[in-house]
């Protein structure tokens, strides 16, 4: 228990850091863990050389390699469109991916797209077209940057269209479970609000336990006394699950909410608490064009939690650049946010992540004051997104610079009680004798219940690494097994793991003198 939570798993890639160049500029926008193997799931773009966005898709092991059963390599380049670039996607119960993003054509005029990969990484030829679906939403660009799949397999899309008046809408649509646009939602199939100025977008999406949908993302509003000019404020819009706006939340299913330097505002991930509170991060803009990190809170009415913060607010001050692109809550009611903090563009910046209390305040027993700033590489470093395992431990996934161009960052950071040893799940005790034992020592297992065939034995150290080792079946004591440690191996404490070829798992901790 020395690691501090927050501290990087050093059993995870390489000292807690798997980076990859795909050839010239790379980067993560999402990260998912699958649950029933643990196994992660990003997605983003690797720009070629012509600076053409191609979309990517990756998976790696637990332990942080790549997944060579993805895709024949661990990882899935698109290059069927002139760009494409993925923002978000869901791992689906029977372990399909459905990717969502944006396609551009020959004229470089983007349109929505998803598309659906079986568990190898090969295309869903069930879904849309060969895969893929392609979805004009208007006769201008528009792209999807968020998705939540509903319990009937159906799938919500958050993003943005730009209208005949060649303003962009933020818009929520709806498609079935195959791909094809429910064009009973919302207003012939968009659900959406009414806007003054060009830019308005919905970059997160979330879905209440009655079906009703939350979106958030930015708003621009035009500046009292300005003449004209635009900013950004913080988006928050509530529909029912038919696309309709709700008239109880906000003022007409909308909150715009600025920040009070009038200058811009930008709300880039959301969760949901169970009792319907929303947080949204991301940053605002200061009167010397720096930017703060920004949290804000708001009831399941769209008004300010007063108690959240400051009146429903939260910043935090670093460096020049400050931003929250990613944020998760964790089942203790705590935040975890991640971005990056650092100079102005082009100049250094680290991965930030940060972890507050239900109030928002800083949790003091994260990290450094409840921060952690991680160098990924030697330059522009900038985190995307994170997500949770299932025992806690903290992925984040975005960029770094290797001097020249962005490379793909994954992290693994530990959190309360986690060290960098996987803690498996107690399924049957393990009987180990003797016990503390000594290199070169011989040491039997017993295990309860039955089993049959020889089993895999594995001997792992506190940071996951696993030692081989000889197994001997003991005809003399039922489901017995035999192991001879290895005469280079170090004290310590380590955890023995039994799984027969049928039967439960069992595993036990061996001290090693």
């Given at each position: 228990?020395?690691?501090?939570?927050?501290?990087?798993?050093?059993?995870?890639?390489?000292?807690?850091?798997?980076?990859?160049?795909?050839?010239?500029?790379?980067?993560?926008?999402?990260?998912?863990?699958?649950?029933?193997?643990?196994?992660?799931?990003?997605?983003?773009?690797?720009?070629?050389?012509?600076?053409?966005?191609?979309?990517?898709?990756?998976?790696?092991?637990?332990?942080?390699?790549?997944?060579?059963?993805?895709?024949?390599?661990?990882?899935?380049?698109?290059?069927?469109?002139?760009?494409?670039?993925?923002?978000?996607?869901?791992?689906?119960?029977?372990?399909?991916?459905?990717?969502?993003?944006?396609?551009?054509?020959?004229?470089?005029?983007?349109?929505?797209?998803?598309?659906?990969?079986?568990?190898?990484?090969?295309?869903?030829?069930?879904?849309?077209?060969?895969?893929?679906?392609?979805?004009?939403?208007?006769?201008?660009?528009?792209?999807?940057?968020?998705?939540?799949?509903?319990?009937?397999?159906?799938?919500?899309?958050?993003?943005?269209?730009?209208?005949g008046s060649f303003l962009y809408d933020?818009?929520?649509?709806?498609?079935?479970?195959?791909?094809?646009?429910?064009?009973?939602?919302?207003?012939?199939?968009?659900?959406?609000?009414?806007?003054a100025g060009e830019d308005n977008n919905?970059?997160?999406?979330?879905?209440?336990?009655?079906?009703?949908?939350?979106?958030?993302?930015?708003?621009?509003?035009?500046?009292?006394?300005?003449?004209?000019?635009?900013?950004?404020?913080?988006?928050?819009?509530?529909?029912?699950?038919?696309?309709?706006?709700?008239?109880?939340?906000?003022?007409?299913?909308?909150?715009?909410?600025?920040?009070?330097?009038?200058?811009?505002?930008?709300?880039?991930?959301?969760?949901?608490?169970?009792?319907?509170?929303?947080?949204?991060?991301?940053?605002?803009?200061?009167?010397?064009?720096?930017?703060?990190?920004?949290?804000?809170?708001?009831?399941?009415?769209?008004?300010?939690?007063?108690?959240?913060?400051?009146?429903?607010?939260?910043?935090?001050?670093?460096?020049?650049?400050?931003?929250?692109?990613?944020?998760?809550?964790?089942?203790?009611?705590?935040?975890?946010?991640?971005?990056?903090?650092?100079?102005?563009?082009?100049?250094?910046?680290?991965?930030?992540?940060?972890?507050?209390?239900?109030?928002?305040?800083?949790?003091?027993?994260?990290?450094?004051?409840?921060?952690?700033?991680?160098?990924?590489?030697?330059?522009?470093?900038?985190?995307?997104?994170?997500?949770?395992?299932?025992?806690?431990?903290?992925?984040?996934?975005?960029?770094?610079?290797?001097?020249?161009?962005?490379?793909?960052?994954?992290?693994?950071?530990?959190?309360?009680?986690?060290?960098?040893?996987?803690?498996?799940?107690?399924?049957?005790?393990?009987?180990?004798?003797?016990?503390?034992?000594?290199?070169?020592?011989?040491?039997?297992?017993?295990?309860?219940?039955?089993?049959?065939?020889?089993?895999?034995?594995?001997?792992?150290?506190?940071?996951?690494?696993?030692?081989?080792?000889?197994?001997?079946?003991?005809?003399?004591?039922?489901?017995?097994?035999?192991?001879?440690?290895?005469?280079?191996?170090?004290?310590?404490?380590?955890?023995?793991?039994?799984?027969?070829?049928?039967?439960?798992?069992?595993?036990?901790?061996?001290?090693?003198?």
């Amino acid at each position: 228990m020395a690691q501090v939570p927050g501290d990087l798993d050093i059993s995870f890639a390489n000292n807690g850091k798997y980076i990859q160049n795909f050839g010239f500029q790379d980067n993560l926008t999402k990260v998912r863990v699958q649950p029933w193997d643990q196994k992660i799931i990003a997605v983003g773009t690797a720009i070629n050389t012509s600076f053409s966005g191609q979309l990517l898709v990756m998976r790696l092991n637990p332990d942080g390699t790549l997944d060579t059963s993805f895709d024949g390599d661990g990882y899935l380049i698109i290059n069927d469109f002139t760009e494409s670039y993925a923002y978000d996607l869901v791992i689906r119960s029977d372990e399909k991916i459905v990717v969502v993003g944006t396609v551009a054509d020959p004229t470089y005029q983007f349109a929505t797209f998803m598309m659906r990969l079986k568990a190898d990484g090969s295309l869903d030829a069930t879904f849309g077209t060969g895969g893929m679906v392609v979805t004009e939403m208007s006769p201008q660009d528009d792209m999807a940057h968020a998705v939540v799949e509903l319990t009937d397999g159906s799938l919500l899309l958050a993003g943005r269209a730009r209208n005949g008046s060649f303003l962009y809408d933020p818009i929520v649509t709806h498609f079935s479970e195959t791909g094809v646009m429910d064009m009973t939602f919302g207003t012939s199939g968009m659900a959406t609000l009414p806007v003054a100025g060009e830019d308005n977008n919905f970059w997160s999406l979330g879905v209440n336990p009655d079906g009703s949908i939350i979106a958030s993302g930015h708003y621009a509003s035009e500046i009292p006394g300005s003449g004209g000019a635009f900013q950004f404020d913080v988006l928050l819009a509530k529909f029912s699950s038919v696309g309709q706006l709700d008239p109880t939340f906000g003022t007409g299913g909308v909150v715009i909410a600025p920040m009070p330097t009038g200058k811009d505002d930008q709300a880039f991930g959301q969760v949901i608490t169970p009792a319907g509170d929303i947080v949204v991060c991301g940053y605002t803009t200061l009167m010397d064009f720096t930017y703060d990190m920004l949290l804000m809170a708001f009831d399941a009415q769209g008004s300010s939690i007063p108690s959240f913060g400051t009146s429903g607010v939260v910043t935090f001050n670093n460096a020049d650049q400050d931003v929250a692109y990613g944020i998760e809550r964790q089942n203790d009611g705590r935040i975890l946010v991640a971005g990056t903090s650092g100079g102005f563009i082009f100049n250094d910046r680290d991965f930030i992540l940060a972890r507050y209390l239900d109030n928002g305040t800083l949790d003091a027993g994260f990290g450094t004051g409840g921060v952690v700033l991680t160098t990924a590489m030697a330059a522009f470093d900038e985190a995307n997104a994170l997500t949770l395992q299932a025992d806690g431990k903290i992925l984040v996934a975005g960029k770094g610079m290797n001097g020249s161009n962005n490379d793909a960052v994954i992290m693994r950071h530990l959190n309360d009680g986690t060290v960098g040893m996987q803690d498996l799940p107690l399924v049957h005790e393990l009987s180990i004798h003797p016990n503390p034992a000594r290199s070169n020592d011989r040491v039997s297992l017993r295990m309860a219940g039955t089993s049959s065939g020889q089993p895999e034995v594995r001997l792992m150290d506190l940071h996951g690494r696993t030692v081989q080792l000889d197994v001997l079946r003991s005809s003399a004591i039922d489901n017995g097994y035999m192991i001879l440690l290895p005469g280079d191996l170090a004290a310590g404490c380590y955890t023995v793991v039994l799984q027969p070829v049928s039967g439960a798992i069992a595993h036990g901790r061996l001290i090693v003198e």
